[in-house]
């Protein structure tokens, strides 16, 4: 090593630079100066090579055999350090500009008030790295930076796991800033049987949902979707309670709804993680408790025996079950009943979109 490190056009000292011109200066050897200055050849020539830190007891020694302060060596070592660290953050600060490239500020401008920052990159990244509380945009790049991420029939991409990261760290944090008492699943089933109840009351269902899970020990976090995080919701253990994020990726109210109750359903199995649309799996387990939830299995196949979809129909049928109309289709529509296309999407299906608070 060397006792010096460029950087630039910027130079950090080590002490050992400082007390290699001392050791010349004094016209003794390194073995007859450490003999003075009470410690071994090989600590003085570690020091002197900035291979080892200087420590107070050196400091000590140095300021009495010199005649100086402490505070001189120790600042010596602490200006060292100093600059060390903002090398080492400028080289951290380039391997993350590579992660935002991925990241979409306009996202955290038009959901959270951050600052316009226009061209700005380094400075958005800032803001970014401080609005997660993480130490470094590099760590989004990990598949198990806060939840696991469940079976998979594809690799999800880099870009996905950034920006899935992302959202996941928005959650918790919002998770951890609400007090809640702890998880109680009895009380959170019946708090997902009262959310049932609200699949109409579109204007004022997301809080007296999110009111009811919370007394259930359960944090709903409702985020809008953020670009190229490819995932519909997530669910992790925090602390005694549970975080249950939905977005409005699939923004109408029968994947809505359908999403939430999927969700649901991996936190009444202990089935934490992330919900990326091509998953395996434990999916298949949380789609038909969501399928169930939403629409009775019998009362489903007695509707669909009849073979007649037609608006009336399928408003009459929702109306029986207490259920949005917009959910009926869509169970219709994914089990290939209606098409996609149908003219009745436009009738029946209300879409949602999430506005931050």
Known sequence: M????????????????????????SGLTQEDFSKRLDTTPKNLSKIINGEQGLSRDMALK????????????????????????????????????EIFKNIDYKYFRENFNSPELSR??????????????????????NND??????????????????????????????????????????????????????????????????????????????????KNSGINGATKKVGNRMMLMVNDRRAYSD?????????????????????????????DAADKYAQDKLIDPE???SFVDSYSFTEEKIRKFASEINRDPGIVLGRLQNDGYISYTTP????LRKKYKVVVS
Not at 63 to 87: C, H, P
Not at 344 to 347: E, G, Q, T, Y
């Open 2 to 25: 060397s006792n010096y490190i460029e950087y630039g056009n910027q130079i950090a000292f080590h002490p050992g630079y400082y007390i290699k011109e001392l050791v010349d200066d």
């Open 120 to 141: 700005k990159v380094d400075d958005q990244i800032r803001y970014v790295r401080e609005f997660l509380n993480i130490s470094t945009l590099n760590v989004l790049k």
């Open 299 to 301: 009362k489903y196949i």
């Open 145 to 226: 930076l806060a939840v696991s991420y469940r079976s998979y029939s594809s690799e999800p991409s880099v870009t996905n796991i950034i920006n899935s990261n992302i959202m996941v760290q928005i959650s918790v944090n919002k998770t951890l800033e609400i007090e809640s008492p702890r998880y109680n699943k009895k009380l959170f089933e019946e708090a997902i049987e009262y959310a049932l109840t609200l699949t109409t009351e579109h204007k004022t269902f997301v809080k007296q949902i999110y009111d009811r899970f919370l007394e259930a020990g359960v944090v709903f976090v409702l985020l809008p979707n953020l």
């Open 255 to 283: 994947t809505f709804w359908f999403t939430l109750l999927h969700e649901c359903g991996h936190i009444i199995n202990g089935d934490y993680g992330l919900t990326f649309d091509n998953e395996k799996g434990n999916e």
């Open 344 to 347: 009745l999407s436009k009738k």
């Open 62 to 97: 140095l300021s009495r055999m010199l005649g100086t302060t402490v505070e001189y060596w120790l600042n010596l070592q602490k200006k060292y350090d100093t600059k060390i660290a903002e090398f080492e953050s400028q080289d951290e600060l380039v391997l993350e500009r």
